[in-house]
């Protein structure tokens, strides 16, 4: 029996082959766009041992504790083992050494410190795009601070919020904050004004206490939050709208017997991917706060942290997008099918090669939108750089976390079954996506924002578009390599430019129904143009230049095709009739 193999009580027989799984490496050294960018804008040695260096360490460590964050999510514990309500968030040890590392790599501090003037900004939202995929979402709760820095200082950094200016900025973990931001309630998380019933109710010291619930706070286990509210006069009227709300500052504490002041936490959120990270349905039970903006200055006053957190948004889809590629890249020299490698497929490597330009695409756009922040905040941005930035924020964000989503999906299918697999971690890649396009401004309400930004400079944003976009084009105009790509987007150009022309002359309805493909429009145009222009650097590889000619043979101007369709026209009763069809009995 034994010489024929037929052991009783032997384990069973699984086979000899095991996969290879895929291996993060430096992600850093992985990247030759980054190393690329960086070395034509940036090539102080400091910025890239350090990247390089933390890149090392997250690939071989970091990228572990952000897994930790994943399997041990957060956990509200609401009373003691003695029936004391304590409303504790319990975060993993893993979530705890972010805190820390994020602290001791100045992932906030480099915008603050301004050691590399102008290109500080794109030096620490590298730093972050390395750091983003492996953070265990802690890339959350310091987008919040960084905007909560940047809002206390573009308000004055003064009593009360001095030493919370101080601690955001902080490179010594024992003293550094987190912020959250507090704006959506229950009935309006894009509609603020409506939206906001938190009332602020004065107090004699000059102090307020608030009282309100906010439906969604992330990273909730935060030192303090920026938040709105309406303030109450003393018949305890307020004044709807946007024009009612204030801004207000708050710290998370606790009194002498253990309790929240003035906070009570209903439950954590149960949701489909961001789980590492808490996020919370606070009641604002007397909150004490302080108001940091004039009365009915709240939105405006935000503002600057919206920018902010969504520049942070548009970094993450970026790294989103090149993690999965980076490990997708190394899966298919790894996994045979068919008697080959997947890399020696070339319908594989089509694919990979599409999502790669989609990749170096939202890259070049995010970096350009670090850049032009960087330039208005060390004081060297003209009007033009001004304008520039205000539009492409909500554009860059918009447009990154939609394609963040698509090419996640794609790069899921790379892995095939394994894709699907929980613990190899790679569907939580996918999950964490799909939040970018949804908070921070969905992308409707994203589309919108670019319509009121140029509405409101009168058109001046999309002058310092245009002239900008040509600026880049003009600079490739004798390289023939390119000359199909600079064709495209001076094509494309000019029928955005024929569009304004036409919307123009339209009422506000047309606009509005034209909203999301003029943002597509203007991120593909001007996303074309970089391209191009970083392959016309004399650094350059033939694979830039591969990239900006494939990136500019999609329809970059979604908005023309759409208009001489007639879809902004007379679509709307079409549209609603189609979605909610009741045409058979
Ligand atoms: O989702 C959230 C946190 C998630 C966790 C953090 C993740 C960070 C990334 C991490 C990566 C892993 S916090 C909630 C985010 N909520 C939103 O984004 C709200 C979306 N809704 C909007 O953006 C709306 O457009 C509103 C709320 C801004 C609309 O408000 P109003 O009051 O109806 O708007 P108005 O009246 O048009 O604007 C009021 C003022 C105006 O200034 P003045 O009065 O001087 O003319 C506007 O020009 O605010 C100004 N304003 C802006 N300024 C409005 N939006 C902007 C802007 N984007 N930039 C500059
Ligand atoms: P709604 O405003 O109800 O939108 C529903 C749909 O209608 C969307 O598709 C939207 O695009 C569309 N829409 C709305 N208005 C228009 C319009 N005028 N034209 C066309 N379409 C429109 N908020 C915070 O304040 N702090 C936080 O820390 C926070 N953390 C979050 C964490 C997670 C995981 C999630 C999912 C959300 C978080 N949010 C937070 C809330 C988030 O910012 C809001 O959910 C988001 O802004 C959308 O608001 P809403 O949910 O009210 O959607």
């Given at each position: 029996?034994?010489a ?40 102080q ?32 514990m ?10 504790h ?25 301004r ?48 030493d ?20 959506t ?17 004065p ?10 619930f ?20 003393k ?24 309790q ?32 940091l ?6 939105v405006?006053?935000i ?27 190394d ?5 045979t099918?068919f ?37 208005e ?7 033009h750089?001004?304008h ?5 924020t ?21 892995f ?47 002058h310092a578009?245009?002239?900008?976009t ?27 430019e ?8 339209k ?15 203007l991120?593909?145009?001007?996303t ?21 000619l ?11 095709r ?19 069809d009741?045409?058979?009995?």
């Open positions: 029996w034994e024929a193999g037929y052991l009783p009580f032997t384990r069973a027989r699984i086979g000899s082959f095991f996969q290879e799984n895929p291996v993060l490496k430096n992600p850093f050294v992985e990247d030759a766009l980054l190393r690329g960018y960086l070395k034509r804008h940036i090539p040695e400091a910025i890239l041992s350090d990247l390089c260096a933390f890149g090392e360490h997250v690939a071989k460590e970091v990228d572990g504790w952000g897994r930790e964050c994943e399997v041990n999510p957060p956990r509200l609401h009373f003691d083992p003695w029936g004391r309500r304590v409303d968030i319990v975060t993993s040890h893993a979530w705890k050494r972010m805190k820390d590392l994020s602290a001791q790599e100045g992932l906030v501090a480099i915008g603050y410190e050691s590399f003037g102008e290109w500080s900004r794109v030096y620490q939202m590298s730093k972050l795009y390395l750091f983003s995929p492996s953070s265990g979402l802690y890339t959350c709760p310091l987008a919040m601070t960084d905007g909560a820095a940047k809002v206390i200082q573009s308000l004055g950094v003064s009593r009360p919020v001095e919370a200016y101080s601690r955001l900025t902080t490179r010594h973990p024992e003293r550094f904050w987190t912020s959250g931001q507090w704006m309630e229950r009935q309006g998380g894009s509609d603020v004004a409506s939206g906001t019933e938190t009332v602020a109710v107090q004699t010291d000059g102090s307020y206490k608030l009282h309100g906010k439906w969604f706070t992330s990273a909730t286990d935060a030192d303090m939050t920026l938040t709105l509210a309406r303030v109450q006069d018949t305890g009227a307020t004044i709807p709208g946007s024009k009612g709300l204030s801004l207000f500052y708050a710290e998370v504490s606790r009194d002498e017997d253990g929240l002041r003035g906070i009570e936490v209903q439950r954590l959120k149960d949701k489909l991917g961001t789980r590492q990270m808490p996020t919370a349905e606070l009641l604002l039970d007397g909150l004490p706060a302080h108001r903006s004039e009365e009915g200055r709240g405006a006053s503002a600057n942290m919206l920018t902010i957190t969504r520049i942070h948004n548009s970094v993450s889809a970026a790294a989103a997008m090149r993690r999965v590629l980076q490990l997708a890249r899966y298919a020299t790894r996994r099918a008697g080959k490698l997947l890399k020696d497929h070339p319908l594989h490597m089509q694919t990979l090669a599409r999502m790669e330009v989609e990749s170096r695409g939202a890259f070049l756009l995010v970096m350009d939108v670090c850049r032009l922040l960087g330039r905040e060390s004081g060297v941005a003209t009007e750089d001004a520039l930035l205000r539009l492409l909500p554009v860059v964000k918009l447009y990154t976390g939609k394609q963040a989503v698509a090419v996640v999906s794609e790069g899921l299918e790379s095939g079954g394994q894709g699907y697999i929980e613990d190899t971690g790679l569907p939580g890649i996918l999950r964490d996506a799909q939040v970018l396009s949804i908070w921070e401004g969905t992308t409707n309400v994203l589309s919108l924002d670019v319509l009121r930004c140029v509405a409101r400079s009168s058109g001046m944003v999309l578009y245009f002239s900008h040509k600026s880049l084009l003009a600079g490739a105009s004798g390289v023939s390599l390119l000359a199909p790509a600079v064709n495209a987007v001076g094509g494309a150009l000019c029928e955005l024929e569009f304004v022309q036409v919307a123009a002359t009422a506000p309805s047309y606009l509005e129904l034209a909203a999301r493909d003029l943002a597509y429009s991120a593909r145009i001007y074309g143009a970089l391209l191009i222009d970083h392959a016309c650097w004399k650094g350059a590889s033939p694979s830039d230049t591969y990239a900006a494939r990136w500019c043979e999609q329809d970059l101007c979604p908005v023309a759409n208009q001489r369709r007639g879809h902004y026209d007379s679509n709307t009763s079409l549209d609603a009739a189609l979605v909610f009741q045409s058979i009995q």
